[in-house]
């Protein structure tokens, strides 16, 4: 076949491969023999490269609502800075999570609520008298993805309204 060695005597599951050439298919098969030579194919496997000189996309930063910002109303618009180095069109991931939800030792556990070209995004719903946290993980159009920092805020407590009627029974 068309398949050329490139590495034998493996004691690892991994082979780190360099020299790929950008936007080309490869194919790969693994041949495992034991210790009296008799050996076994694996399946035929593929991949294909893409653009081998990407950076990923910029950190997003410079949240608003800001990191630890408080009396945010029900409705915000929520956006960042972003982009990327290489010019490359970027999607942004939007995650949310109320303090009750958020687990800070499992970050993962955040919702997403939006996927958008955009630089912002508008919410509406958030409750009175709650933290939240959020995040936005930028992914350009290789696939490479930079994940921001959590932020955290909290809403505008509910209002306390004076009853506009009272009456005194005795």
């Given at each position: 076949s068309d398949l050329k060695t490139i590495a034998t005597s493996?004691?690892?599951?991994?082979?780190?491969?360099?020299?790929?050439?950008?936007h080309t298919k490869y194919f790969w098969q693994v041949t495992a023999y034991d210790?009296?030579?008799?050996?076994?194919?694996?399946?035929?496997?593929?991949?294909?490269t893409g653009d081998l000189d990407n950076i990923p996309p910029n950190t997003p930063t410079f949240p608003s609502p800001a990191n630890l910002e408080k009396d945010i109303d029900y409705h915000a618009t929520?956006?960042?800075s972003g982009g990327d180095p290489d010019g490359d069109p970027v999607t942004y991931k939007f995650y949310l999570a109320t303090a009750s939800t958020w687990v800070p030792s499992d970050p993962t556990?955040?919702?997403?609520?939006?996927?958008?070209?955009?630089l912002?995004?508008?919410?509406?719903?958030l409750a009175?008298?709650?933290v939240y946290h959020w995040q936005i993980i930028a992914t350009d159009k290789t696939g490479a993805q930079t994940a921001g920092p959590i932020w955290q805020f909290?809403?505008?407590?509910?209002?306390n309204n004076v009853?506009?009627?009272?009456?005194?029974t005795e």
């Open positions: 493996l004691t690892e599951p991994v082979l780190m491969v360099k020299d790929l050439e950008a210790e009296h030579y008799a050996s076994t194919n694996s399946d035929l496997w593929q991949f294909e929520f956006s960042w556990n955040l919702t997403l609520i939006h996927t958008t070209n955009l912002k995004y508008d919410y509406y719903g009175r008298g709650a909290s809403t505008v407590e509910p209002e009853p506009s009627y009272a009456s005194i």
